[in-house]
């Protein structure tokens, strides 16, 4: 067997894992209550209002709303999802550290609250 080969099988035993995660995470959320629904829709929007207040503020000011830190500072034992607006010497090798601790969808919210704050109407 190639090197290369058992990538592959690691990569189709994971992704065999996040489908049943899927379908398990769906079957879950087939048997909530219309009120339940509602209920979780409401707390996510109201998490999500906060966050963004949160995220404004502290963008006014020119600091991080999650690590505190000004946008432009970087810590290498504590990495943020800030650096990469690369007001920092951002390197290509930071950013697994970074996706590691965010996960693609809170990276890709900030990058898109930030692109709408530089240039609204835009993105």
């Known amino acids: 067997m190639k090197k290369s080969d058992c990538g592959n099988d690691l990569i189709d035993v994971m992704l ?3 489908m049943g995660a899927a379908m398990d995470f769906q079957t879950s959320l087939d048997k909530l209550s219309d009120s339940q629904v509602d209920e979780l829709n409401g707390r996510d929007q109201k998490n999500h209002q906060e966050q ?3 995220f404004d503020e ?3 000011i020119d600091k991080c709303y999650l690590c505190g830190e000004s946008l432009d500072q970087m810590r290498a034992a504590k990495p943020c ?3 990469l607006l690369q007001r920092a010497k951002f390197k290509k090798k930071d950013f697994p550290k970074i996706y590691e601790r965010y996960g693609y969808h809170n990276i890709a ?3 898109r609250w930030c692109a709408n704050r530089e240039s609204p109407f835009r993105t």
Request: net charge positive; hydrophobic share 60%.
């Open 16 to 18: 065999t894992k996040m």
């Open 52 to 54: 963004l207040k949160a």
């Open 58 to 60: 502290a963008y006014n």
């Open 109 to 111: 919210a900030f990058l």
């Open 81 to 83: 999802i800030h650096w």
